[in-house]
């Protein structure tokens, strides 16, 4: 399948996948407070910031893997890692259960069991180039998490209905993508011994790359609700939540299609075919994100209101700050596995732990000069010096000699 044939097919499911969450969002704003999203979205993040290296990342690896049996240690491998990483988030969930005098952190290991599976079984479905499947597990992930979401409000579940329910989507999700378990646990030592060297720069590189990542979301949440309350950690969370679901969509859809072509094509560089394919992808989408932002910017705090409640007025505000953010951040989505292909992870770990940084600084400084909108504001305008840079480099990329 062509390049934009599997993207539009995986495009025609995130669509569908995002279309359900959009369309119940104002039923779950009045089913659940601002302050009861604020814990689910701390809860979402550390359970993500620990799911998405429950495999070391061995997952990613699956798409350049030699042939079949390399494969099939691979998967073995981070079956074995998601294991001992859920067993590690039991512990850990126990632990802040306790800290917290709380149930739902007990909910931590069954989240990272559930999204390290889908990421799993998405990766092996991208090598297998299965994108019908992709696109109908995407759907069953994120439309039906906040179908159940909704449903959970309304039984009047609270904070544990909204964690545990796309939890469930998850698991279902992995479970369509049919994740190959039979025989896992029989694959020979060596044979797994010989896939982790052979792909070590995933654990050693892309890991702290991913996990750095997600961190920057928990400790973004975790300083709002210290500073604000969380109250505000819910306006941030449900505003970011909203603002990147059309990254999820896309991105998602032109990365799964994009990783396998680069990897294909470059056998661990950048050929000019690929570094063209990654030019038009960022002109492609920058013309997508620029009416995303003026729209932003005009009417943000309006929509929100109408659309999710008078009390949700603050997350339209937060909404026209992070404006700028969101566009770029919309073009760099799916941008991610290029410097994997190109064979390019620890420049890639160095930029974003820079980027990481400067968010984190700036949200901070904008919390405290002026709240919620000021961070929104400083983060905007850092971030844009930030990927304007990212763009550059990948646009310019030496190229392997013919």
Request: charge should be positive; glycine fraction near 10%; charged fraction near 10%.
């Amino acid at each position: 399948m062509g390049l934009r044939r599997a993207t539009f097919t995986l495009l025609a499911g995130g669509l569908a996948a995002q279309a359900v969450p959009l369309l119940l969002g104002p039923w779950l704003t009045r089913l659940y407070t601002p302050a009861d999203f604020g814990t689910y979205h701390l809860f979402a993040a550390v359970a993500a910031n620990l799911a998405v290296v429950a495999c070391a990342r061995y997952e990613f690896a699956l798409p350049v893997a030699r042939d079949d049996d390399e494969a099939a240690a691979l998967r073995a491998l981070a079956l074995w890692l998601l294991a001992g990483s859920t067993a590690l988030a039991a512990l850990g969930g126990a632990a802040w259960a306790l800290a917290s005098g709380q149930g739902w952190p007990l909910w931590l290991p069954l989240a990272v069991l559930a999204l390290g599976a889908v990421s799993l079984a998405t990766l092996a479905a991208t090598r297998a180039q299965r994108f019908r499947a992709l696109a109908a597990s995407r759907v069953l992930q994120h439309g039906g998490g906040a179908l159940a979401q909704a449903l959970a409000g309304w039984a009047q579940a609270g904070v544990t209905g909204l964690i545990v329910a796309p939890l469930l989507a998850a698991l279902a999700a992995a479970a369509l993508l049919r994740l190959r378990l039979a025989g896992w646990w029989q694959v020979s030592r060596e044979r797994l011994r010989d896939a982790a060297r052979r792909h070590r720069e995933f654990p050693l590189l892309n890991t702290p790359h991913a996990f750095t990542g997600a961190l920057q979301d928990t400790v973004a949440v975790s300083l709002v609700a210290a500073v604000l309350g969380p109250a505000a950690a819910g306006f941030w969370g449900l505003t970011l939540r909203y603002l990147k679901a059309p990254a999820t969509l896309v991105g998602g859809a032109v990365s799964q299609a994009l990783y396998p072509r680069l990897a294909a094509a470059g056998q661990g560089g950048a050929t000019r075919a690929g570094r063209a394919d990654v030019r038009r992808v960022m002109l492609a989408l920058a013309a997508v994100a620029a009416p995303l932002v003026l729209a932003l910017w005009i009417g943000a705090p309006w929509a929100f209101a109408a659309v999710f409640g008078a009390e949700w007025r603050g997350a339209g505000d937060l909404a026209r700050a992070l404006a700028l953010y969101i566009g770029l951040h919309f073009v760099a989505s799916p941008l991610g596995v290029v410097t994997m292909a190109w064979n390019a992870q620890g420049w890639a770990l160095k930029l974003a732990l820079a980027g990481q940084g400067l968010f984190v600084a700036a949200l901070a400084v904008g919390l405290v000069l002026g709240g919620l909108r000021g961070a929104g504001w400083a983060v905007s305008a850092t971030m844009a010096v930030y990927f304007g840079w990212y763009f550059w480099r990948l646009a310019s990329w030496p190229v392997e000699a013919a």
